[in-house]
């Protein structure tokens, strides 16, 4: 009795809590994740540290980094849904959600004790436990159930109820931290039998077939990711594990161009980028480049949070003139720097974001200039050249391009796309439908993306595929 009245009175300190904790302004992070993202960048360092003095032989090295690096892109990707609900303004209805947490929280843990306790079983005290290593306490000796045992109850409902999606993902992420990566992989192959569009899934399928073949991206990992990314193109799981197939498919090139590619995307706070920074950057070095020069600013160059929180405040007018200003010293800075060619890719999106191709173009051709093995620098100077023309015929610089990239690359959908409407511009209907049909095997079923080229193909085949 005197437990019951101890939990009682515990349950309710902790509604109380929850209850005055709702009506506050939620922090912008779990203190929890920050720490622990602090902890692997720490690491990450460490190793650097380790390569340099020479203590730690190159395949170590690799292994430990991918398994850190590893780390912080699942521990990034599990606070990303945080990040986009964001906001610090009280929510409609607040106070009937700080309510039922309130009347939640006792009746809850009471259920989760009835369900997974044992009231009747006699107490132990640490000393009792001395001899025992943490974690390996039985449950039949009294001591508190270790994790294995946790799984094991979580395995014996999964039996009774086959088709509890979360379940089967929460068993594949426990065995995945535990090391067992064939009981995560078979746990997440179940999960998407449930639901087989889950993206993050895929990519922590994915990871999982990786990790399980040493580090290498076996066929069936690249599956897994490859169907990732066709649902989430941002997922940064899939990206990086990708570009790390090209890496061991000897295509060191687009290793590098899809790592330079995930480093733009990354937000300024993203944890994995210095990881994916340090990769880069070695690739860059073995292909005799100078890394400054390929790869993205650190810390990103976009504008900051203070920027966007006074750009909320000012007027339409206001903040073009705001955007300019920041292109433009963005401008003046490349003229000092005429060797960062990821600046240049960045002015060239900004001043097609600002309705100007003469200058877009002109950005990306200062790119591709620098980078002329990258497919996605000359991509986006063929279509900069192809949007300076408007509606009208194509220059034959941009289609030249496109021919290139789509020799190099047949499966490189963007230059597809770009080098079809080249050609419907220039009247070859047959070969537009060719190269548009060739993508849209590609994209997904369901998809908008796939919905949109389906009407263009068939409308060109109408004899009408103008936008």
Do not use: C
């Not at 015929?393 to 190099?408: H, N, S, T, W």
Request: zero cysteines.
């Amino acid at each position: 009795m005197t437990l019951w009245l101890i939990l009682v009175a515990m349950s309710a300190a902790v509604a109380a809590v929850l209850f005055l904790g709702s009506r506050r302004r939620r922090p912008q992070a779990g203190d929890d994740a920050e720490h622990d993202l602090a902890v692997y960048r720490a690491q990450l360092r460490e190793l650097e540290r380790d390569r340099e003095r020479g203590v730690i032989e190159e395949s170590e090295l690799a292994a430990a980094r991918l398994e850190i690096e590893r780390r912080l892109l699942a521990a990034d990707s599990a606070r990303r849904p945080d990040a986009r609900s964001g906001g610090d303004a009280p929510r409609k209805g607040g106070w009937a959600l700080s309510l039922a947490l309130a009347l939640a929280v006792p009746l809850g843990a009471a259920a989760a004790y009835l369900w997974l306790g044992n009231p009747g079983i006699e107490s132990r005290p640490f000393a009792a436990r001395s001899g025992e290593s943490p974690g390996t306490a039985s449950v039949e000796g009294g001591g508190a159930p270790d994790v294995a045992s946790m799984m094991a109850r979580l395995r014996a409902r999964l039996a009774e109820a086959p088709d509890d999606l979360d379940g089967w993902i929460m068993l594949g992420r426990s065995a995945a931290a535990l090391g067992d990566y064939g009981e995560a992989i078979a746990a997440y192959s179940r999960a998407l039998a449930i639901d087989g569009e889950l993206a993050h899934v895929y990519a922590a399928l994915g990871e999982a077939q990786v990790l399980a073949a040493g580090g290498i991206v076996t066929e069936a990992a690249r599956r897994a990711l490859e169907q990732a990314q066709a649902r989430d193109p941002a997922d940064p799981r899939a990206r990086f594990y990708l570009a790390l197939a090209r890496d061991q498919d000897g295509d060191k090139e687009g290793a590098l161009a899809a790592l330079t590619s995930l480093l733009a995307d990354a937000p300024p706070d993203a944890a994995w980028a210095e990881g994916v920074r340090n990769r880069a950057s070695a690739l860059a070095a073995e292909l005799g480049r100078d890394p400054a020069s390929v790869l993205p600013p650190a810390g990103g160059a976009g504008p900051g949070e203070g920027d966007m929180a006074a750009a909320a405040q000012m007027s339409p007018a206001e903040q073009q003139a705001m955007i300019r200003d920041m292109v433009g010293r963005l401008a003046a800075r490349l003229e000092d720097s005429p060797d960062d060619a990821q600046g240049w890719r960045m002015l060239g999106r900004s001043y097609g974001v600002l309705g100007e191709p003469d200058k877009s173009a002109a950005a990306f051709g200062r790119a591709a200039a620098l980078l002329p093995e990258d497919p996605g620098a000359q991509l986006d100077y063929a279509a900069a050249l192809l949007n300076t023309a408007g509606a009208g015929e194509p220059p034959a610089e941009a289609v030249a391009r496109l021919e290139d990239i789509v020799a190099r690359d047949p499966a490189n959908g963007d230059a597809l796309y770009y080098l079809g409407e080249a050609r419907r511009r220039q009247g070859e209907t047959a070969a537009a439908a060719e190269l548009w049909q060739r993508l849209l095997g590609q994209l997904p079923e369901g998809s908008e993306d796939r919905a949109w080229l389906k009407t263009r193909l068939e409308a060109l085949e109408a004899g009408d595929a103008s936008d």
